[in-house]
């Protein structure tokens, strides 16, 4: 069974400020990985996805995450937050092939201070 | 505007209440899911249906009961709930995936309080 760690439940960053999230995850086999995003009284909406190729990969409103196989990370990154980045980040692997059993991180949640 | 659509967005109910969550998805979707969200716990799969075959039922008391009678429908029938019940419920759907990790697309969730 694959398992996602997020270490920080809760990062405080300075509007402009880079962040980056931390995600590790464990499996005995190929996963995919994921980053959803969680505003306040909504649904999870999807940031980027890790299937196949460059390790790098970049999602939407600027963050990206890179995903490193010996260390079994898949940390989220953001050159410089804006306010509207404040909400919380969940972190999720998957096995590949059939229907999608998404395992989810605890979440972090990224407050942005003015 | 979620291609997933979730019914009611807020319900408060008593124990003894029997009540209904009701999902809708718009995107040609073939898998559907309920997943529990809770504070400070990760989001716990409850349900899957593929192909409108219930694939997926990770231990969830028999109070909650699913159902899907399409691809584009999906139900969580609740009955003698519990106040540890109060939560976030999200509905979500995908493809069937065969080769891709293909995303899966969340309501805004339902919130439930249990009195």
């Known amino acids: 069974a694959q398992s996602v760690t997020q270490l920080d439940s809760q990062v405080p960053v300075f509007e402009e400020a880079p962040v980056e999230l931390r995600c590790n995850y464990s499996?005995?086999?190929?996963?995919?990985l994921f980053w959803y995003v969680q505003y306040p009284n909504q649904g999870l909406q999807l940031l980027l996805k890790?299937?196949?190729?460059?390790?790098l990969v970049k999602g939407i409103n600027g963050f990206e995450a890179e995903f490193n196989k010996s260390q079994t990370s898949f940390h989220l990154r953001k050159p410089s937050v804006h306010i509207s980045d404040t909400a919380e980040y969940f972190c999720?692997?998957?096995?590949?092939?059939?229907?999608?059993?998404?395992?989810f991180g605890i979440g972090t949640k990224l407050q942005v201070i003015p | 505007e979620t291609g997933v659509t979730q019914t009611p967005r807020h319900l408060v109910m008593g124990m003894t209440n029997k009540k209904s969550l009701k999902c809708e998805q718009h995107l040609g979707h073939n898998a559907m899911y309920w997943y529990k969200q809770s504070a400070k716990k990760p989001l716990e799969l409850m349900f899957v249906?593929?192909?409108?075959?219930?694939?997926e039922n990770n231990s969830v008391p028999s109070r909650f009961s699913p159902e899907c009678p399409n691809s584009s429908h999906l139900f969580l029938h609740l009955h003698t709930l519990q106040p540890e019940d109060s939560a976030l419920y999200l509905c979500a759907s995908s493809r069937q995936w065969e080769s891709k990790g293909d995303t899966i697309y969340f309501g805004e969730g339902s919130w439930l309080t249990v009195v």
């Open positions: 999720a692997v998957t096995l590949r092939g059939g229907y999608q059993k998404v395992t």
């Open positions: 499996s005995s086999v190929s996963v995919y």
């Open positions: 890790y299937l196949s190729g460059s390790t």
């Open positions: 249906y593929s192909l409108e075959e219930r694939v």
